[in-house]
């Protein structure tokens, strides 16, 4: 397992340069990757807690811990991401169950609703998320909305 630091942060206690990397990151998979153009930048993120793997002071892993009532009625994990080159290492495992975790503690909540990207439905399955919609189009790519009782 590699050596990661971890932080979840509101986003008024990021510094610049942690939001610089989050942003980046972001925009690595989601934009340049995944080759999605969307609004990345949200009012989501000014509420929401922003959980960060570090190795090696470079960001590895990322998931933000959203309230209830912001983007589901439900507390919700959104826009996780690890590095390309961290992949198949268990660290996307880790981010959600650490996601899951910060979710518990911060908002003492029965259930989490994620809106899944379609492909990632078996790996969210096996942490106990059950699908609870049928799919569905968001920026152009293949969604499902999942639920976890916690």
Request: charged share 20%; aromatic share 10%; with cysteine.
């Amino acid at each position: 397992m590699l050596n990661t630091e971890w932080q979840c942060k509101n986003f008024s206690t990021l510094t610049a340069l942690e939001l610089y990397e989050i942003l980046k990151l972001r925009n690595r998979v989601f934009v340049v990757e995944q080759q999605c153009v969307y609004a990345d930048t949200d009012e989501k993120d000014l509420v929401s807690g922003h959980l960060c793997g570090w190795h090696n002071n470079q960001l590895i892993a990322y998931a933000r811990i959203i309230p209830p009532g912001v983007a589901f009625a439900e507390a919700s994990i959104g826009r996780v991401v690890t590095a390309p080159e961290y992949r198949r290492t268990g660290l996307g495992k880790e981010l959600m169950l650490r996601s899951i975790n910060a979710v518990r503690e911060n908002h003492k909540v029965s259930t989490i609703k994620i809106g899944a990207q379609l492909y990632l439905e078996k790996f969210y399955g096996d942490l106990g998320f059950q699908p609870c919609s049928e799919h569905y189009l968001e920026d152009g790519i293949p969604h499902i909305e999942m639920l976890l009782s916690v």
